[in-house]
């Protein structure tokens, strides 16, 4: 039997909207995922220092970054001073993926910057502050955490939830490209 686009594309909302909803369970604990620069993501025309003013990170959270290598790498530096200066003699760690989740696991200041030198004299970089993990639930609304933050955050259960989604995602966009 053979369905329209329309119906296989309304057959694959549907099942991710049930995958969506096995992920609110960790949402209730407060665990955001946060994707970088939100739609443009890692990217010199993203104002991150914007974007990241009225968020608060946590013990729990994870960030994501988005990017492309031609725009420069991503290095987590030391200290305050490595971050002003763009200093990246010595950084902790290098991100060289395209795609990647940091997670947020203890408290205190995390320091990212652009390995292109002069994307991060121009702002592309990112400094966190991770708050203690918050008891109870975020007073956003899940639908606009789920949202504005990128993915449900993958942990336990929910990572479960979170690959049916991705998979769901993934098949339908192979059936509708045949």
């Known amino acids: 039997m053979k369905m329209g686009g329309g119906t296989i594309l309304g057959v694959v909302v549907v099942v991710a909207l049930a995958a969506m909803s096995m992920t609110m369970d960790v949402e209730a604990v407060g665990e955001v995922d946060h994707v970088v620069g939100g739609d443009h993501g890692w990217d010199p025309t993203s104002d991150i220092l914007y974007w990241s003013s009225d968020r608060i990170f946590r013990v729990g959270d994870q960030i994501w970054f988005t990017y492309s290598a031609a725009q420069g790498l991503i290095a987590?530096?030391?200290?305050?001073?490595?971050?002003?200066?763009?200093?990246?003699?010595?950084?902790?760690?290098?991100?060289?993926?395209?795609?990647?989740?940091?997670?947020?696991d203890k408290e205190g200041m995390r320091y990212f910057v652009s390995t292109d030198s002069q994307n991060c004299k121009n702002g592309l970089k990112l400094h966190v502050e991770v708050q203690p993990k918050e008891s109870g639930s975020r007073?956003?609304?899940?639908a606009q955490t789920v949202v504005a933050d990128g993915p449900a955050a993958p942990s336990g259960s929910a990572r479960y939830g979170y690959n049916v989604i991705l998979s769901v995602l993934l098949c339908g966009v192979v059936v509708l490209a045949y």
């Open 139 to 142: 007073a956003l609304p899940v």
């Open 76 to 104: 987590e530096l030391k200290s305050k001073e490595e971050y002003e200066s763009c200093n990246m003699s010595n950084p902790i760690m290098m991100y060289t993926e395209g795609l990647h989740t940091v997670p947020l």
